[in-house]
């Protein structure tokens, strides 16, 4: 059986490209009695006729022109193998899977994720979304090589993991500006029976805000549950109910969601860790999320002594962030100064 010879190929392909053999010579840098040889070798063992002479150029045949399209895409391919071969070769990336559970802010995790894609090595992100559960299982097979989440690694799982604290931020409470001017009183007093959007139970922080709200003899009207907090946001922002968001994006979710802070919960965090399968961080990318983190997300915020949730109502005055409505409020006793 006779084997294509890719040489002979590149000739022909030329020679049919130019019209004539000696136009094909100046590109190929070779002799007409060279071209010639080849191409009657390569017809030979194809065992067709590829050119017929027509005065004096040259005219593909039937069978010269299928095999001229066959060519065609023989040598397009050869050169996109060519120029990826060449892009491996200048920029190796590195690819970088993170699992994102569904509790996390979206906000913060772009945040602490965007430097990934600056830095001096190539990296090519991969971002998964999901339940924490999932997420530990994908990164207990090597499928993720980190997880944000808002809980430590828990214990009851069956894989090894390592958790690494990011930060912490307290919690601001956001108003659609057209519910707040259905409400009466300064914050915290006006959360009593307003409409409130809770974080689902799969949410570290639910439990704590359960508290705050019994400690506080607050009483709202809890209209829906989230576990995603992007979902939470949106429906806040179209006025279903007030949400709490991680004080280090307050500003962020002010004019992203056009919404305005009304009060701040200073004796609740919201804590984030990185979850690994390595005790030692040695991706740069992983390196590169918690430097964010420690130096610029969570870094920038002043806390407030932290207060037990149950701290009495007035013990327990949260600080409010600024005027709830463009008005003056009178501010009740559990307002901190």
């Not at 050119?51 to 150029?57: D, M």
């Amino acid at each position: 059986m006779a084997s294509l010879n890719y040489k002979h190929l590149r000739y022909f392909w030329m020679v049919a490209k130019c019209g004539a053999i000696a136009r094909a010579c100046e590109q190929l840098h070779l002799t007409p009695q060279a071209v010639s040889g080849q191409l009657r070798e390569l017809e030979g063992s194809l065992g067709v006729e590829l050119f017929r002479r027509v005065g004096r150029g040259l005219e593909l045949t039937g069978a010269g022109r299928r095999i001229l399209s066959y060519a065609e895409e023989i040598f397009a391919i050869g050169d996109e193998l060519l120029e990826v071969a060449r892009d491996q070769t200048m920029t190796q990336s590195l690819p970088f899977a993170v699992g994102i559970a569904d509790s996390v802010a979206k906000s913060v995790a772009l945040r602490l994720v965007e430097p990934v894609l600056h830095l001096p090595e190539a990296v090519r992100l991969i971002c998964r979304e999901g339940r924490l559960t999932g997420l530990l299982a994908d990164l207990a097979v090597h499928r993720l090589d980190m997880v944000i989440a808002d809980r430590p690694m828990p214990a009851n799982l069956n894989v090894r993991g390592y958790s690494h604290p990011l930060g912490e931020s307290d919690l601001t409470v956001f108003a659609a500006p057209g519910l707040l001017d259905t409400l009466n009183g300064s914050f915290p007093a006006l959360l009593n029976g307003a409409p409130f959007l809770m974080p689902g139970d799969d949410v570290a922080i639910r439990l704590r805000l359960e508290q705050w709200f019994e400690a506080s003899r607050l009483h709202p009207h809890i209209v829906g549950e989230f576990d995603d907090s992007a979902l939470l946001k949106s429906f806040g922002q179209a006025g279903a109910g007030l949400f709490v968001a991680p004080t280090a994006i307050a500003a962020y979710v002010s004019d992203q969601y056009r919404v305005q802070a009304i009060g701040r919960i200073d004796s609740i965090a919201e804590q984030l860790f990185a979850i690994t399968t390595e005790r030692r961080l040695s991706h740069p990318a992983i390196v590169a999320v918690i430097q964010e983190a420690r130096d610029k997300v969570f870094g920038a915020i002043k806390r407030a002594p932290r207060r037990s949730a149950k701290t009495s109502s007035k013990a327990a005055a949260e600080t409010p962030v600024q005027p709830a409505r463009s008005r003056a409020r009178p501010r009740s006793s559990g307002d901190a100064s």
